[in-house]
């Protein structure tokens, strides 16, 4: 849902990139989608849950929700871009 928000939105200003936890799966369900060899992303950013962090190029944390809120991400996004 969210990706396809943004995709639809904003798909010239941010790039999204699912980042999966590895589980013993090696499966990559789209070029977009990184994995998280040995959860060091996830144990840095203490994400025990699924989480939307919007990260600026020059690595600053725009925004941050866990568990995600998409509603609260849309408003967020609204406000910053204003679309």
């Not at 943004?6 to 070029?31: A, F, N, T």
């Not at 992303?41 to 944390?61: E, I, T």
């Not at 866990?66 to 609204?78: A, C, G, S, T």
Request: hydrophobic share 40%.
């Amino acid at each position: 849902q969210i990706i396809t928000f943004l995709s639809s939105h904003l798909k010239e200003v941010i790039k999204v990139h699912l980042i999966q936890k590895d589980r013993g799966k090696r499966e990559i369900s789209s070029p977009s989608t990184l994995l998280d060899t040995n959860n060091s992303l996830h144990q840095a950013w203490n994400m025990s849950q699924p989480s939307l962090l919007l990260v600026r190029p020059d690595g600053y944390v725009a925004y941050r929700a866990q568990p995600i809120d998409v509603v609260n991400f849309e408003n967020y996004l609204r406000s910053t871009f204003l679309f």
